[in-house]
């Protein structure tokens, strides 16, 4: 029996140590650091690449602790009573009725709100949208309550024109989010147009929805602030999927937003001091591949990536906008002015990446596969030259060569993959990897000779087998850096 006793006495001591629900939740959290909780796990856009983007650009700051929730409908009053802000990245069914008052309740109280881009077609009168789990055929009641929150929402008629480069300005310099940024800045997103508008709110930024697009001609609110109670919203239209997001204006504003709308102030220096990303230009189209080619390009540090098609993807001078070019596309002419464009690009130092069927492009160009590739796929016969051979579902054992930026921490890669044999490469090239199967060239990847652009040529990259290799995908991070000079 004293044994007993002394066992339920230990056990009373334990339960005793035990914070009752809501006491001491604070000790969880990081002392003097900004509580935000980001809804998540429902939105027609990806969710699972942008959520731990947005989580990663208020990590980075070193002032904010971050937790997700990805099933929002269950929580409470007694969940966001630690938190001073809620960040909804949540684009789904209504949340129920305890969960919704729960919210309204948190923000009339004197807390934040942030909205993120389709955050804001949430709880409308349209048709529910959502990952494949959820239908788009339920239309619900309107969460009124939501729509005095954010301010603005998706409409019938509420469009956009097709993504692309624009300008955010800021409308308010003297706002909190805006002070002591630059007066604008350029992104490359979706610009929501005819949204409905809270006449509540506050302007902080706009950007002009070009006609020749498809917009409707004029500027419009992309950054806005609402009152609702005590507490504080602030609202972004955009941040459409992680490349948006890594557009070092979008951090800034996004990070000061969340500050302001927890805090109802911005301290100095909410972003630290980084290098801006590198920006990457994937083009692709004339060549049908796996969609794991794109997984390369996901939540790489220090990189934004844009996909383009060919040959709209060199329809304009690209050199401000981009820092590297990496080719997956296959076309075997390119019209003049692309050719212009395209020359420009890397006589003008910038770097550029080659992979795989890419190595086939534009065949008739000399100087492009001779000096600036240093190799030519012979896509026909030509005199001296038979076609170059191919084959599919081929074993590659591929063995880096020598000592380069571009192989550090590449090790011997063994995958599945399309095999070439029979190319023309540069004797001046520099090779970095080589293959010992009879379907294939000894050299599988180099370094080209061309002296004003830093270029690299990867030929394995033909499906999954090679796209999620880690040694592969390493390899590609590496020559994107190097080809930026970041390596």
Same mark, same amino acid.
């Given at each position: 029996?004293?044994? *007993? *006793? ?10 005793? %140590? ?29 969710? @699972? ?41 949540? *684009? ?22 942030? /909205? ?39 409409? @019938? ?63 419009? +609110? ?25 557009? +070092? ?6 990070? @000061? ?33 796996? +969609? ?13 990536? /844009? /996909?383009?098609?060919? +040959? ?106 399309? %095999? ?68």
């Amino acid at each position: 029996m004293k044994s *007993n *006793n002394l066992r339920f006495a230990s056990l009373l001591g334990l339960l005793a %140590a035990v914070p009752l629900a809501g006491q001491s939740t604070l000790a969880l959290f990081h002392p003097g650091q900004i509580r935000v909780l980001i809804l998540s796990g429902r939105n027609n856009h990806d969710w @699972r690449t942008t959520t731990p983007a947005l989580k990663k650009v208020l990590i980075d700051t070193g002032r904010f602790d971050v937790r997700v929730e990805e099933e929002p409908a269950g929580i409470t009053a007694g969940t966001l009573a630690a938190y001073q802000v809620i960040v909804s990245d949540y *684009n789904g069914p209504r949340l129920g009725a305890a969960t919704e008052k729960a919210i309204a309740d948190f923000v009339h109280s004197g807390k934040g709100l942030v /909205v993120v881009h389709a955050a804001d077609y949430a709880f409308g009168d349209l048709p529910v949208l959502g990952d494949h789990h959820v239908s788009t055929s339920i239309v619900e009641a309107p969460w009124k309550e939501w729509f005095e929150m954010t301010g603005g929402a998706w409409v @019938r008629g509420t469009s956009h024109a097709p993504r692309g480069y624009f300008n955010v300005v800021f409308a308010d310099r003297n706002h909190p989010v805006a002070r002591d940024l630059p007066a604008e800045f350029e992104t490359n997103d979706e610009l929501y147009h005819k949204l409905k508008l809270s006449p509540e709110i506050h302007v902080v930024a706009t950007a002009f929805d070009d006609a020749s697009r498809g917009g409707v001609g004029k500027d419009i +609110p992309v950054m806005w602030t609402v009152k609702y109670g005590s507490g504080r919203t602030f609202h972004t239209t955009l941040g459409h999927d992680v490349s948006a997001i890594q557009i +070092p204006g979008f951090e800034q504003s996004f990070a @000061r937003g969340v500050e302001w709308a927890a805090t109802g102030g911005v301290a100095p220096a909410v972003i630290r001091e980084t290098k801006p990303p590198l920006r990457v230009l994937v083009v692709t189209g004339g060549h049908s591949h796996a +969609p794991s080619f794109y997984t390369m390009f996901d939540q790489r540090e220090g990189i934004r990536t /844009v /996909v383009e098609p060919h +040959p709209t993807a060199f329809r304009n001078d690209f050199r401000r906008s981009t820092d590297v070019l990496v080719l997956y596309d296959l076309s075997e002419e390119i019209g003049e002015p692309q050719r212009q464009h395209l020359r420009e690009f890397v006589e003008s130092g910038k770097g550029l990446v080659v992979l795989h069927h890419a190595i086939a492009d534009y065949n008739s160009w000399e100087w492009w596969w001779k000096e600036v590739v240093g190799a030519k796929y012979f896509l026909h016969d030509e005199p001296g030259h038979p076609r170059t051979k191919w084959k599919e579902g081929i074993d590659l054992r591929i063995r880096p060569s020598g000592k380069h930026p571009v192989l550090e921490g590449v090790s011997t890669m063994l995958f599945d993959d399309e %095999a070439y044999k029979g190319k023309w490469i540069s004797d001046t090239s520099t090779p970095i990897l080589t293959c010992d199967s009879p379907y294939s060239d000894k050299v599988v990847g180099w370094i080209s000779a061309y002296s004003k652009s830093r270029v690299v040529v990867i030929t394995p990259g033909h499906g999954p087998g090679s796209h999620r290799d880690p040694m592969y995908r390493k390899l590609v991070y590496n020559a994107m850096l190097w080809a930026g000079g970041r390596k």
